[in-house]
C-alpha cells in the first residue's frame, strides 16, 4: 500500500477518534457528568498550556528528532489515555465527583503533551514520506475523507443518543475513539521513509537559529497569536450555546454532525480550488466569510445558529487546510520544524488565553460580542497571512527574473 493511502487511512482514523474525544462531544459529556462550564473552560485552557509546553521545547529540538516516523506514530497514543478516563467515567456515573473532576485534570495535562509533540510531527512527517508538491491536494482530500467518515459515524452517534441512554452511547464511542488511535499508531508506523538524501541534506544544512533569523518569523508572530484567540472562542461555541439554552444535551451532538460535514466540503473545495484560486486568496476569501457569519450564530435561535455555523465553520475549515499550506509557500523546508514549532506554541498559548477571558468578555459585551471579538482576531491573521504570502511570492519572481 503506498504512503499517500496510508496516510489518508492515519488522518481519517486520528480525526474519528479525536472527534469523539474532545471539542463539542468532550463539552457535553463534562457538563452532563457534573462539570462547570467555567472548569469546562480552564481545562480548555489548562490543555491549551500543556500542548505550548512541549511545543517551546520542540522549538529547539524539532528538526533534530531523528526517527520523525516512530515518535509521530507513539505521540498518536496521547488522547487514548483521556479517553479511559472519559470511559471510566461514562461508564461508572457515581466515581464523577470531585475526585474524578482532579483525574480528569491530571490526565487530560499528560496527554495533551504528547498532543503538542504530535502536533508539530504531523507537519514534519510528510516531508519524510510523500512528494511534496502533492502536499496541498493531499491535505485537502484526505482531510476531506476524514470528514467524510467522521460524519457518517457522528449520524450514528446522534440516533443512538435519541433511542438510549446517554452516557451508554458515549461510552461506546469512547471505546471507538481508544480503538482508532491504537490503529492510527500502527498504520503510521508502517509507512515507509523516503526522500532519504533529500532529508540527510536538509538535516546537514539545519540551524535551528536561521527561523529567528528569518524576519517573517517575527511578522506572523501577531496574526498566529490573534487567530489562537479566535479558535480557542470557536472551539467551546457548544458550551457558550448551551450556556444561553440555544441547545441542550441531545441537539448539541448535530454541532459534531455539522462540524464533520463543514470539514469534508471545505477540505474537498480546498484540494480542487487551492492552485486554480492560489492558496493565499483562498485563505482570505474564507477568513472574511467566517468573521462575517459567526457572531450571527447566537442571535437568531437554534435554527439560525445551525445554519450560520455550518457556513461559518465550512470558511472554517477551508482556512484551517489553508494554513498548513501557506507555511510552506512562505518558510524555507529546512526551518520548517522550528518555525511550526513556534507558530503552534503563539498559536496554542492564544488559545488557553482565549478560553480564560471568555468569561470575563461575557459580562463585559455578552457572547454576541464575545464572538464579533474572535471574529476581528480572525480577520487580522487571514489579512496578514496574505500580505506576507504575497510579497514573499513577489520577491521569488523577482529573483527568478534576476
Known amino acids: 500500500m503506498s504512503n499517500i493511502k496510508k496516510y489518508c487511512i492515519y488522518t481519517t482514523l486520528y480525526n474519528l477518534g479525536f472527534t ?10 463534562l457538563i452532563q457528568a457534573g462539570f462547570s462550564a467555567e472548569q469546562v473552560y480552564v481545562l480548555n485552557s489548562l490543555m491549551q498550556i500543556m500542548q505550548v509546553a512541549m511545543m517551546l521545547v520542540l522549538t529547539f529540538l524539532s528538526d533534530k528528532i531523528k526517527r520523525v516516523k516512530l515518535v509521530t506514530s507513539i505521540s498518536c497514543l496521547s488522547l487514548s489515555l483521556l479517553t479511559c478516563v472519559f470511559l471510566i467515567g461514562a461508564i461508572n456515573v457515581e466515581l464523577i465527583k470531585n475526585v474524578y473532576v482532579v483525574t480528569v485534570f491530571i490526565v487530560a495535562s499528560i496527554s495533551y503533551v504528547g498532543v503538542g509533540l504530535y502536533n508539530i510531527l504531523a507537519y514534519c512527517l510528510p516531508y519524510y514520506t510523500i512528494d511534496m508538491k502533492d502536499y496541498g491536494k493531499m ?29 451508554k452511547v458515549t461510552a461506546s464511542f469512547f471505546l471507538l ?3 482508532c ?10 509507512m515507509v521513509v523516503k526522500n532519504t538524501e533529500t532529508i540527510k541534506e536538509n538535516k546537514e544544512k539545519n ?8 524576519k517573517n518569523t517575527y511578522v506572523l508572530l501577531i496574526p498566529n497569536f490573534t487567530r489562537g484567540l479566535a479558535i480557542g472562542i470557536f472551539n467551546v461555541i457548544t458550551t457558550i450555546a448551551l450556556s444561553v439554552s440555544i441547545l441542550d444535551e441531545t441537539t448539541s451532538s448535530y454541532v459534531n454532525l455539522i462540524l464533520q460535514i463543514a470539514t469534508f466540503a471545505g477540505n474537498l473545495f480546498f484540494a480542487f480550488a487551492y492552485k486554480k484560486f492560489s492558496t493565499k486568496n483562498l485563505l482570505l476569501i474564507s477568513t472574511i466569510g467566517a468573521c462575517i457569519l459567526f457572531p450571527f450564530s ?6 439560525g445558529f445551525f445554519c450560520c455555523f455550518t457556513v461559518a465553520s465550512f470558511f472554517k475549515f477551508v482556512t484551517d487546510t489553508a494554513f498548513p499550506v501557506i507555511v510552506t509557500e512562505i518558510i ?9 514549532s513556534i507558530r503552534m ?29 474572535a471574529s476581528a482576531m480572525l480577520l487580522i491573521c487571514g489579512v496578514m497571512y496574505y500580505a506576507v504570502a504575497k510579497s514573499v511570492k513577489q520577491n521569488q519572481l523577482k529573483g527568478a527574473k534576476n
Open 181 to 190: 488511535f491504537i490503529i492510527t499508531s500502527i498504520v503510521c508506523g508502517s
Open 177 to 179: 475513539s481508544i480503538v
Open 298 to 303: 447566537l442571535e437568531l435561535g437554534a435554527i
Open 139 to 167: 491535505t485537502g482530500i484526505s482531510t476531506a475523507i476524514a470528514g467524510g467518515v467522521s460524519f457518517l459515524v457522528s449520524l450514528v452517534y446522534s440516533i443512538l443518543l435519541s433511542k438510549f441512554s446517554y452516557m
Open 20 to 29: 469523539f474525544c474532545t471539542g463539542a462531544i468532550m463539552q457535553t459529556f
Open 332 to 340: 524555507p523546508k529546512e526551518q520548517i520544524g522550528s518555525y511550526t
Open 345 to 373: 506554541l503563539i498559536f496554542t498559548g492564544a488559545q488557553a488565553v482565549a478560553t480564560l477571558i471568555i468569561t470575563p468578555l461575557n459580562e463585559a459585551i455578552g457572547y454576541t460580542g464575545v464572538l464579533i471579538f
Open 207 to 214: 540551524d535551528f537559529l536561521e527561523v529567528f533569523k528569518n
